[in-house]
């Protein structure tokens, strides 16, 4: 009896861990591909599926840094990080400089209607740029910002702000009234207690607020592929897709820029991903 | 219980009443004084668009002139009787609908897992995470190299395993190719519910699942009948979310098919990039995209009843 009770939780256990692993490989079976992809000899790479005994999942050549060369001496793949950094640095200044006070509003200052305000905000975030891509084309031809990175960095704030005033209100609630208060009592006025007293405090909220913002910023396709046309203002996600492709036998290079931009952006990403999903489940799951 | 005692003994000291009331007279003006920026910039440049985005779709805009012509119900007249746009929106449906069911199956059981102590628990939930968190445009390159016509690495290895010996054309066939694009979503969105399942489920609180198992109820049981009702409301929040970002996505299908072959996998947005954009006629752009904003009114509906029932009970 205690025999088959035990071969029973072994099997258990089995089946939790290859559940675990199995849907672990679905979700890194592509970045496996991209890392294989980005390190192979042109030879390795362009062998039809149709041959049995070259087995693509391995290097059957020495790997090599050929497409990484390729990537950085001749393609615009540097400009495009460099333009990624410049839009995302602006974005991250607008949105900070408009999302911190609004949330330090919406959390202490405003109250039922500010809560109100609050989800309206945030419901803006859900009007997607696939609807407004048509009309800000116009308003860009309007401005005269076709084919400039400052239509981007005037666009992008329209998902970061909404995002972020949410994401830093929930963040500012967490924070105890009383120090605040008690930094007032001392003296402060409410805005010096703000800034003394509760942005340190809120010095993690306000590193999540930016890095979801460049985030956000980076995974954006659709404006940029309305807005911008000429290869050397692309940014990384319009650039490698788009214009990396003019070659048929060109996917060393590609798989390179891909693996290069996005590791890195994952990496840093689940340093922040509860504080994201608090912000997105808030009212969803009480506290 | 140190410190309040303190707090206690200072606060009759102060006269409450007196400047509660005045500082709460300037605090509302405080209040609306920070939050007009941000507001002023989501009402500008979300609110006018949006307003422009309906007015243009009854119009002959085009791009390359600002003229603005007002032409009524015409593109939408002519669109409902085009077959390609019917065929376009029952893809949204499909891609939309098929993936969400697909991606709510696969992440309960990765959340059930999650939640289970095992070794190697924290690489596992990062890895799990990297679909979501990499730009999708780049994702889906990978995506368009695994389903290459000839060097596709599944049907590879599909047939070394002796599974299946035909040639698989992931992307010249119609259907093929809508599953290439459903598979692609699911991948991408599954580590996302997972996610947020898995917040909802330590939310719950551990006395409730105890008793269950103490009651005897079995695995099943305690997921449909204790945990999916405690979880509803993430769930819908999972859900809804995924609703949105897959209905309204334009990089999976204009990447990896780009609405082919022979138009079959065209989606609302990519339809719209096509007429709107690429073919220079931005009122009938405006009237297909236009279509998706059913799914984004239910998705706020839904989204603010969750807010009120919230607001409520707490």
């Known amino acids: 009896m205690r025999e088959r009770r035990l071969v029973v939780r072994v099997v258990k256990r089995a089946a939790l861990y290859l559940a675990a692993l199995g849907i672990t490989l679905l979700a890194v079976f592509p970045f496996y591909w991209m890392f294989v992809t980005a390190f192979k000899e042109d030879n390795d790479l362009y062998v039809g599926a149709t041959v049995r005994t070259h087995i693509p999942w391995i290097f059957n050549e020495p790997p090599t840094l050929e497409h990484f060369h390729y990537l950085l001496r001749e393609t615009a793949y540097l400009a495009w990080v460099r333009n990624t950094a410049v839009v995302g640095a602006a974005v991250v200044a607008i949105t900070l400089l408009l999302a911190v006070p609004a949330g330090y509003a919406l959390a202490r200052l405003t109250g039922r209607w500010g809560e109100r305000l609050g989800i309206a905000i945030f419901l803006t975030y859900l009007v997607p740029p696939t609807l407004l891509f048509i009309p800000f084309s116009r308003v860009v031809a309007v401005l005269g910002l076709q084919n400039s990175l400052w239509a981007l960095v005037l666009v992008y704030p329209t998902f970061t702000i909404p995002f972020c005033t949410w994401l830093l209100m929930g963040f500012f609630r967490s924070i105890p009234r009383d120090i605040e208060e008690q930094a007032m009592i001392d003296g402060y006025s409410r805005l010096g207690a703000m800034r003394k007293v509760v942005l340190p405090l809120a010095i993690s909220g306000l590193l999540t607020a930016a890095f979801f913002s460049f985030t956000l910023v980076m995974q954006d396709f659709v404006y940029a592929l309305t807005f911008i046309s000429s290869v050397g203002k692309m940014t990384v996600s319009l650039g490698i897709p788009v214009a990396l492709f003019r070659d048929v036998f060109n996917w060393g290079a590609m798989m390179a820029a891909a693996l290069i931009t996005s590791v890195p952006i994952a990496i840093v990403y689940n340093l922040f991903i509860d504080r994201f999903i608090a912000g997105l489940t808030a009212g969803a799951v009480k506290g | ?314």
Do not use: C
């Open chain 2, 1 to 314: 219980m140190a410190l309040p005692k303190g707090v206690q003994a200072v606060a009759p000291a102060v006269p409450a009443v007196f400047t509660r009331a005045t500082l709460a007279d300037r605090e509302a003006a405080l209040g609306r004084l920070l939050l007009a920026p941000a507001a002023l910039y989501v009402v500008v440049l979300v609110g006018i668009p949006f307003v422009l985005a309906i007015l243009l779709s009854f119009s002959g805009a085009r791009s390359g002139s600002l003229a603005f012509d007002w032409v009524g119900l015409r593109h939408f007249r002519a669109i409902i009787a085009d077959p390609q746009f019917l065929l376009t929106l029952r893809n949204t449906l499909i891609f939309t609908v098929a993936s969400q069911v697909l991606v709510m199956i696969l992440a309960t059981t990765a959340a059930n897992i999650l939640e289970a102590a095992f070794v190697g628990k924290r690489a596992v939930r990062m890895l799990l995470l990297l679909p979501w968190a990499v730009p999708v445009s780049l994702a889906t390159m990978a995506w368009a190299w695994i389903f290459d016509s000839t060097f596709s690495v599944i049907n590879w290895t599909l047939r070394a395993l002796g599974i299946f010996q035909g040639w698989i054309y992931w992307l010249g066939d119609p259907e093929l190719a809508m599953l290439a694009i459903i598979i692609i979503h699911v991948w991408r969105m599954f580590p996302f519910a997972t996610v947020i399942l898995l917040a909802g489920m330590t939310a719950i609180p551990l006395e409730i699942r105890e008793a269950a198992v103490i009651d005897g109820a079995s695995f099943w049981r305690r997921l449909f009948q204790v945990n999916l009702p405690l979880l509803l409301p993430v769930v819908t929040v999972a859900v809804l979310f995924g609703v949105v970002f897959t209905s309204t996505d334009l990089s999976v299908v204009y990447l990896l098919t780009r609405g082919g072959p022979y138009n079959s996998t065209h989606v609302l947005s990519s339809l719209a990039f096509q007429r709107g954009i690429l073919g220079g006629d931005l009122g009938e752009g405006a009237a297909i995209a236009l279509f998706l904003l059913p799914v984004l009114v239910f998705a706020a509906i839904l989204l603010l009843r969750m807010a009120r029932r919230a607001e409520v009970g707490g």
